[in-house]
């Protein structure tokens, strides 16, 4: 988690397009986040070198998939299977060059590319019948745009044809606009429509299956009207309605679903999406009915109830019994003194328990801005503090915390062309960069406000960008392995040219692996030959125990005694992981006084090491004479066998102990335990 300060270059482990940068202001109301450069960001858009063009092509892609999969289920029924994209601005689709012709803009180009990938790779797979049909379809006439006007000032009319020549071709505001039957026939080969915000008026059609949202999150314009153009009973060819009487119950609903293709975050979607509902059925009834309360969800404390439709009934008539709403279902003068007083007719004793809801919700007919605080924003900060406590005052962890805060520096000698060979030959036979990939979230609304994921996938962006900023190889690297770009250059020029070629596919993953891969390899020369010296940096102070914890962490912290804060944050959350049981007997113990979980992270406790920062996870303060070192740094791990530790993980473990046990004079102890009994039989060794 970031916050105002951090500097994005270094939580990213030195990425090349964050630097320099940093957060300036976090806005939790307005869901903004700006950064150092005047940039803002709102919830659920991307920009920089995520880039926006790769992250539609997914989007686009993901809509042609989908549209094929539903397309061979429906084509042999009849039904025609349309797809619908929403984009923001109409040059994305559609260009003009300087003589007026008309081109295509990058949303085009990109339809085109993924609709004849994805075409090639399934073709033959389908049945033969749908193949005849898919071959008889031109890619550039699969697809068609509508826009009331674009930004050129092309206003659209029933003169834009498709081709000169083809003498029965319409314009796409005639086909999309008015004639829908020949748009919902297998003659017509438009099956994907691109549009602005003209069809989200007066428009829509039932054949609509798939909506992708190429666009950033427009508060203004609901998603519930977006969704709306696809939420239609579809018709097939004879324009037969493919209801229950047609379908059938199981059916029906399987024939008709449609697929939302969102630009942001599926939670997100679901989240706001589920909010706009909520909102709109709250918020349109001017009157009271039984059918208004129907299915109402109320608060109880921290539980929550949804209306029957008899509980609904008696609501009603408990409003028509004490003429609190006249005959049509308008709230009455009476309800609303009522409600002045704050005194109301007694509720039957079953519908008791929800008095404060139901009167919200008859409250909310004549006055939306009641029922706000029926609506929970999932973006609000929680957060809580989590202080030091009078532990931190205590004399001996006092005495502890002035022998580790000081901050120490390193030297390290090594045999240069000893880690550049092995480096070459381990690179060579291990080195690999995966192409960019993307995560797909495919989920099912059911019954009600019930969102259910049903299937996950990481398929390859094939026609991906690439990045757009230049990177320098040799200097990222030597960054990243404190090594001199001569050693790096000598690496790099001993690697297969296959190998080299990879940092096309992806720099960040490249650079990132080749100098993983480096640092294993130091690792196992450099420990032995490192010295460590106080640091002129300042020490560290008790600031870095305040990082704040999201609420609901703390439902699963451990609660501490004679911890120097009231709760203890595990890595492993379970009753029995390696952490929270250290934790616990640590707490218990009565050789004990006190003790602190250090913080790691960017502005945490660490020590610096060749391969990468260290930070242990705790610090203890023993009763004198109850144990052989009274001060101790400990770190928890699930094995004491070094042979199951990565190498660089070894290397970090073993500059701790050379800094703490042997240069140190502190009289600080350091070992890596499993368990707070292993802790004192190593005390014993040491």
């Not at 509508?146 to 000169?164: L, P």
């Not at 939670?267 to 299915?295: C, H, M, N, W």
Request: hydrophobic share 35%; proline share 3%.
């Amino acid at each position: 988690m970031l916050g105002t300060g951090d500097s994005l270059y270094s939580a990213s482990n030195g990425l090349e397009q964050y630097k320099s940068l940093s957060v300036a202001e976090v806005d939790p109301i307005g869901k903004t986040i700006t950064f150092s450069n005047g940039d803002t960001l709102s919830t659920g858009v991307a920009a920089g070198d995520v880039n926006e063009d790769d992250i539609r092509r997914i989007q686009i892609r993901e809509t042609i998939l989908s549209h094929f999969e539903k397309e061979e289920q429906l084509f042999a029924s009849g039904i025609k299977c349309l797809s619908l994209f929403f984009i923001d601005e109409v040059a994305k689709y559609r260009q003009y060059d300087d003589n007026g012709e008309e081109r295509s803009g990058v949303y085009g180009k990109i339809f085109e590319q993924e609709y004849t990938d994805a075409l090639n790779e399934r073709l033959t797979l389908f049945p033969t019948a749908y193949q005849e049909y898919l071959r008889g379809i031109k890619t550039a006439d699969t697809h068609r745009g509508y826009f009331s006007i674009d930004k050129q000032g092309h206003s659209v009319d029933s003169t834009a044809k498709r081709g000169a020549e083809d003498s029965d071709d319409i314009s796409a505001y005639d086909l999309i606009l008015k004639n829908k039957e020949r748009l919902l026939s297998f003659d017509e080969p438009t099956r994907f429509i691109f549009s602005h915000s003209a069809l989200r008026e007066g428009w829509d059609n039932p054949n609509v299956f798939q909506i992708c949202t190429l666009k950033h999150s427009d508060n203004s314009t609901s998603k519930r009207q977006e969704v709306g153009r696809g939420l239609r009973l579809c018709v097939n060819q004879a324009g037969d309605r493919q209801d229950v009487d047609v379908c059938g119950e199981t059916v029906v609903h399987d024939v008709n679903k449609l697929t939302v293709i969102a630009s942001e975050s599926y939670a997100g979607f679901v989240s706001d999406l589920q909010s706009k509902i909520k909102e709109d059925l709250y918020e349109r009834p001017t009157k009271a009915s039984a059918e208004y309360f129907t299915d109402k969800t109320v608060k109880i404390g921290e539980d929550s109830h949804t209306f029957t439709t008899t509980e609904a009934t008696a609501i009603y008539n408990y409003l028509v019994r004490n003429d609190y709403v006249d005959d049509n279902g308008a709230v009455t003068e009476t309800y609303r003194s009522a409600v002045a007083l704050g005194i109301f007719a007694a509720l039957k004793p079953e519908l008791e328990p929800f008095a404060s809801g139901i009167h919200t919700l008859v409250q909310g007919i004549f006055d939306p801005s009641i029922l706000k605080g029926m609506i929970e924003d999932g973006h609000d900060t929680k957060v809580r503090e989590n202080p030091l406590n009078d532990n931190f005052k205590r004399q001996e962890f006092q005495d502890l915390w002035r022998r580790i805060n000081q901050r120490y520096a390193y030297t390290v000698e090594f045999d240069s062309p000893e880690l550049i060979e092995k480096s070459i030959i381990a690179l060579n036979a291990r080195l690999f960069v995966s192409r960019l990939r993307y995560n797909l979230v495919m989920g099912e609304q059911k019954e009600g406000n019930e969102f259910v994921v049903n299937k996950t996938s990481s398929p390859e962006l094939t026609h991906a960008l690439g990045s757009s900023v230049p990177y320098d190889l040799i200097g990222k690297i030597a960054e990243q392995t404190t090594l001199t770009r001569r050693t790096i250059v000598a690496i790099i020029k001993g690697l297969n040219p296959e190998k080299r070629w990879m940092f096309n596919l992806n720099p960040e993953e490249f650079i990132q692996r080749v100098a993983e891969e480096i640092d294993t390899q130091k690792a196992a020369i450099v420990v032995e030959h490192i010295a460590y010296q106080p640091s002129a940096e300042e020490p560290y102070t008790q600031d870095i125990f305040n990082m704040s914890k999201a609420s609901q962490e703390y439902a699963k912290a451990y609660q501490a005694k004679k911890a120097i804060q009231d709760y203890v944050f595990t890595d492993g959350l379970a009753e029995d992981s390696i952490e929270r049981r250290f934790a616990k007997d640590v707490d218990a113990a009565d050789e004990v006084i006190v003790y602190a979980k250090l913080p790691r992270g960017p502005k945490g406790f660490s020590i610096p090491t060749p391969v990468g920062n260290y930070s242990p996870d705790w610090a203890i303060a023993f009763r004198r004479g109850a144990v052989k070192h009274i001060f101790f740094i400990a770190e928890t791990k699930g094995t004491m066998d070094s042979l199951n530790l990565r190498p660089i993980e070894q290397a970090k473990i073993s500059c701790a102990r050379k800094l703490f046990n042997e240069i140190s004079t502190t009289g600080v102890k350091y070992h890596d335990v499993d368990s707070y009994q292993s802790l004192l039989d190593v005390m014993q060794k040491l």
